[in-house]
């Protein structure tokens, strides 16, 4: 009922809504801010210093194939 979250002048009782969402979906827990970066695949923002676009491939090729000279 979204009367219910009114106050009796027609504003929104934020205080009605606050306490309503925290017995519905509790505090909240937040993950702490040092957690380390996640790695989303190909083309991350997260690749090792000095690497260039390709050349992981190229060392799978080499490791599997072997090298040709």
């Known amino acids: 009922n979204p009367s219910?979250?009114?106050a009796d002048n027609g504003e929104v009782d934020t205080?009605?809504?606050t306490s309503h969402l925290t017995a519905m979906f509790g505090t909240g827990q937040?993950?702490?801010a040092a957690?380390?970066?996640r790695s989303w695949g190909q083309y991350?923002?997260?690749t090792p210093a000095?690497?260039?676009p390709g050349e992981a491939g190229?060392?799978?090729a080499a490791?599997?194939?072997g090298t040709t000279s």
């Open 15 to 17: 205080e009605k809504v």
């Open 50 to 52: 000095g690497s260039r």
């Open 44 to 46: 991350s923002v997260s």
């Open 63 to 65: 490791r599997r194939f």
């Open 35 to 37: 957690s380390p970066p």
């Open 58 to 60: 190229k060392a799978a």
């Open 4 to 6: 219910a979250f009114y």
């Open 30 to 32: 937040h993950t702490p």
